[in-house]
């Protein structure tokens, strides 16, 4: 199984910048996306950014973060952060790191959950 460990969330005044970061350990071979949802009160949780942590590419946003979060990795240290700026109350959420496994083919499936997800950290924006 993968392990995630998030730091990083805490406590900002709207138009500030916060950063998360994510590590992973053990099974890493099982990782090809590595990312964040985030999940406010009330909501489901949605896509923030995600990205191939060894091959990179153009990572994924949602259209309510881009420009203003970016998502970068290093791929030696199985590691993801996410820079966040220009930060709003909407932006108030529980922030998890997920990893999805490189395939959905019969040997991936016998070695590897689909996905892994982090414990979460809260990030709160006061407006």
């Known amino acids: 199984h993968v392990r995630l460990v998030e730091t990083g969330g805490g406590s900002v005044q709207a138009g500030g910048s916060l950063e998360l970061s994510c590590a992973a350990s053990?099974?890493?071979?099982?990782?090809?996306?590595m990312g964040w949802y985030r999940q406010a009160p009330g909501k489901e949780r949605e896509l923030v950014a995600t990205v191939n942590l060894n091959f990179g590419g153009d990572p994924t946003y949602a259209e309510s973060v881009k420009g203003r979060f970016t998502i970068s990795r290093n791929a030696p240290r199985n590691t993801v952060a996410l820079r966040m700026t220009g930060l709003k109350s909407d932006d108030t959420a529980v922030y998890y790191c997920?990893?999805?496994?490189?395939?959905?083919?019969?040997?991936?499936?016998?070695?590897?959950?689909?996905?892994?997800w982090g414990p979460g950290t809260q990030v709160t924006v006061s407006s």
């Open positions: 053990e099974d890493t071979i099982c990782i090809s996306l």
């Open positions: 997920r990893t999805q496994r490189p395939s959905n083919s019969t040997y991936w499936q016998n070695r590897c959950d689909y996905e892994y």
